[in-house]
């Protein structure tokens, strides 16, 4: 076995531009170990830099059942296959990908973990060197014997392989050597075939070696030599050992030999498919389980490799039943690359993960065809049958309470053991009976408002003669709403699906999972009424929000319940879904110096202390200057006070104190407790401006007896809800009369405010015509418009409508 070890050394980091230089003399075909700075040394030069660590331990032998336990990884094998590592155009090397799977390497070696790499692109590097130094040897010799007009005719020699991998191979670990050594990570470099795997002894010196290696938090980079390698035998696996014929083999070996916790297998497909990748029904597996080899069908193997899918598959099952998790994902997509190996070890879902564990229920994936197929029957019913359906679920809140009730004191049980919920957590967790009564009586609201939902006429249009457009509201299609401690939301949210013809993908919290399992099956007990039950899933496997929110083939519309910090979290992780909500709730009440100061001082009493952690509940105060040092005003701090609220002092309101409250850090402030911030405006229209700089655009209050101003106040002021002498508190579906809310809605188009059954409505447009085509109404047509609105006629399913 060729072994060499090439230790990183830290003057390299004194130099600068030292990896731009590296990267230039590998894109024009020279050694780069042939730099004076490139010095290697046998000494390795400890680096002082501080590095973040992760506890790590797990016992080998058995391999990763779900990809959340992937965080637990302590050591993990990268293999870079050619694709990845090489260019378009096979010459030479793809710097800018390397550099970024390098730099994310170092990262999690420097968190603790031991990092190896299993990597080609030595026969690319080389020949890029040869045909540069073959292109340079011809064109002296035709420009001095044929002269300058025949080297547009020279034709390079067809290049053997192991005589570029010959000429590459320094020259890559080079690259290698210089881009580590930027993080202060050292790299060794070994070379190996078959045979070292197949003599015993060669098999425990590689393994010793390595095991040192890693102890001195040494990245080993290895390859195959293939400088030396015969060609691959086709079938000559020992039994229960997998040969070395690729380098995906030679990562699944050696991951088992070195019992690793994790491949991460980097090839230019996004993973493992059903079928061949970019056919019409190609679907990404998320996860493959052995045995399943018959449910997918093999491509194409890569333009560049000797491996393909199907060795990938193989070396990967190799080496889950060796003990080590395996996961085949791409690392050439520009998008990703830069994250790809650090996605992966978190536990998100890039790739295909292999399991040993199949879960006994359906992945999340079929839960949302599921609930989509079910879903379109479920808008096809009769109103009257959604309304049954609903109707009966609020029967079963009250007749089966005492099961829900049990099912709630568990997770009430639990989470005060753990104490990780605040107190208003706790409030929102919990049940009672008469929430349960108000619960079935909102759904009984919604029932009767779902008569003329779905499929409803909004307007009519006679086109031209027998030509009728008619536009009417259907459901959203596939809904994932995701909440937080509060498994009262469930049934809302359930009815109002039901009610709007949706299909609905639930996801709670765990800390209420006992309650949301037992409201589920009542919501399905209630489908089934009418043979749609699927149309309701509730996700109750270990998938995180981040990667339900990937799912935008699959899902519509995502609705968040729970913190700003949850919302905010969707917004992001959401980039190809839209998402209905609000990220914060900064709710004002401005008390004008015309307010009545009985209204005033009850007003803000209940948007502040009656919830104090509702997203409708008052934030800040604002003032007019003329209450300032006036009974009102007095009476106004006296209440709060009273109430315990903590405030905290706007700049401008400070300036008039002596002594004052704590400064407010922030105006743009949502404190979800008894605090607050009070602020000095100078009239109306100062606190409308305040609210459009500092605020949300959740629900703003005016306090005033002027009935011009209020107006004013509520034309201008753009919230989704404005109130004049009444609390914020009323921002709620319920309160509203919809019967119930999916959420409340900031956002500038679709719905705003309390979001109930209309919101979860859209539109299309259905054009009824006897042959028309365009063509009829064009200059030589014989047809012109008319463009006629038409009465508004509700129509029963299946029925035309006439004129």
């Excluded at 540069?132 to 390079?156: F, P, T, W, Y």
């Excluded at 425990?204 to 102890?215: G, Q």
């Excluded at 493959?288 to 490799?305: A, C, E, L, M, N």
Aim: hydrophobic content about 40%; overall charge neutral.
């Amino acid at each position: 076995m060729y072994l060499q070890k090439m230790f990183s050394c830290s003057r390299l980091l004194a130099r600068p531009n030292a990896l731009q230089t590296i990267r230039r003399a590998a894109s024009q075909g020279k050694n780069p170990s042939s730099f004076p700075f490139l010095t290697l040394h046998a000494v390795r030069q400890w680096s002082n830099v501080p590095f973040f660590t992760v506890p790590l331990a797990r016992a080998h032998g058995k391999s990763f059942a779900h990809r959340s336990e992937l965080r637990q990884a302590k050591r993990i094998v990268v293999k870079l296959g050619s694709a990845v590592v090489t260019r378009g155009d096979e010459c030479g090397l793809a710097l800018g990908r390397l550099a970024s799977i390098v730099e994310q390497v170092a990262v999690l070696q420097n968190q603790g973990r031991e990092m190896m790499i299993v990597t080609s692109g030595a026969v690319a590097f080389g020949k890029q060197r040869l045909r540069h130094e073959i292109l340079l040897s011809q064109s002296v010799r035709q420009a001095l014997h044929s002269g300058q007009n025949q080297l547009k005719d020279m034709a390079l020699p067809v290049l053997e392989a192991r005589a570029c991998a010959a000429a590459g191979q320094s020259g890559l670990m080079a690259l290698y050597e210089a881009m580590f050594t930027q993080y202060s990570t050292c790299t060794a470099q070994i070379l190996v075939t078959n045979l070292d795997f197949h003599d015993d002894q060669k098999r425990r010196n590689l393994n010793s070696t390595l095991h040192e290696l890693l102890r001195m938090n040494i990245v080993p980079i290895i390859n195959t030599n293939d400088a030396v390698v015969p060609p691959p035998e086709p079938n000559s696996d020992l039994q229960g050992v997998i040969s070395i014929k690729d380098n995906d083999s030679l990562a699944a070996r050696l991951a088992v030999e070195m019992r690793a916790d994790l491949l991460i297998a980097l090839s230019d497909v996004e993973g493992l498919y059903d079928s061949p990748p970019g056919s019409d029904d190609a679907k990404l597996l998320d996860t493959f389980y052995p045995g399943d080899q018959h449910s997918i069908t093999y491509g194409t193997k890569s333009r560049v490799g000797i491996g393909g899918m199907e060795a990938k598959v193989k070396a990967a099952l190799w080496a889950l039943q060796g003990g080590t998790s395996v996961v085949i994902a791409n690392g050439t997509h520009p998008k990703v690359t830069g994250h790809v190996i650090t996605d992966i070890v978190e536990g998100k879902k890039v790739g295909t993960f292999f399991s040993e564990v199949k879960p006994a229920g359906p992945t999340v994936e079929q839960q949302t065809e599921m609930a989509r197929s079910a879903g379109r029957t479920l808008a096809s019913l009769e109103p009257e049958q959604r309304s049954d359906i609903i109707c009966a679920f609020a029967d079963l809140l009250t007749e089966r309470k005492d099961e829900i009730l049990s099912a709630n004191k568990k997770d009430m049980e639990h989470a005060a053991s753990t104490g990780r919920l605040s107190p208003a957590l706790l409030n929102r967790l919990s049940l009672s009976s008469s929430k349960l009564n108000s619960l079935s009586i909102g759904l009984r609201q919604i029932a009767v408002s779902s008569q003329d939902s779905v499929g409803r006429v909004l307007r009519r249009t006679r086109v031209a003669n027998n030509l009728d457009l008619e536009q009417i509201t259907v459901p959203i299609g596939v809904l994932l709403v995701i909440f937080e401690s509060r498994p009262d939301c469930l049934p809302q949210v359930s009815a109002l699906a039901i009610a709007s013809g949706n299909a609905l993908l639930l996801k709670g919290g765990k800390e209420a999972a006992h309650t949301n399992r037992i409201l589920h099956e009542l919501a399905q007990e209630a489908l089934s009424i009418h043979g749609v039950k699927d149309a309701i899933q509730l996700v109750s496997t270990r998938e995180e929000v981040e990667d339900l929110c990937r799912l935008e083939k699959m899902i519509d519309l995502i609705i968040p319940r729970g913190s700003s910090e949850l919302v905010r979290d969707i917004q992001r992780a959401a980039k190809g879904i839209p998402v209905l909500g609000h990220s914060e709730g900064i709710c004002h009440v401005y008390v004008d110096h015309e307010a009545s100061i009985d209204k005033a001082i009850k007003i803000i009493r209940d948007s502040k202390c009656d919830y104090p952690a509702a997203c409708n509940a008052m934030e800040t105060l604002l003032v007019h200057r003329d209450l300032l040092r006036t009974p009102v005003f007095d009476q106004i701090i006296d209440m709060l006070r009273t109430e315990h609220v903590k405030i905290h002092a706007g700049p401008k309101f400070a300036s008039y104190l002596t002594f004052s409250p704590s400064e407010v850090k922030s105006l743009r402030t949502e404190y979800g407790d008894l605090e607050c911030c009070i602020e000095v405006v100078d009239s109306m229209q100062e606190a409308v401006d305040h609210i459009h700089k500092y605020g949300s655009s959740h629900t703003d209050v005016i306090v005033t007896e002027n009935e011009e101003t209020a107006e004013q106040f509520l034309q201008q002021l753009d919230s989704a809800c404005v109130f004049w002498n009444a609390s914020s508190r009323f921002a709620d579906g319920y309160r509203f009369g919809l019967g119930a809310e999916v959420g409340i809605s900031t956002a500038r188009i679709h719905a705003r405010g309390p979001v109930g059954l209309e919101g979860l409505l859209t539109t299309k447009w259905v054009l009824r015509g006897e042959g028309h085509t365009a063509a009829d109404f064009s200059e030589q047509g014989t047809m012109t418009y008319l463009h006629e609105n038409l009465p508004v006629a509700q129509l029963l399913p299946g029925r035309r409508t006439t004129s």
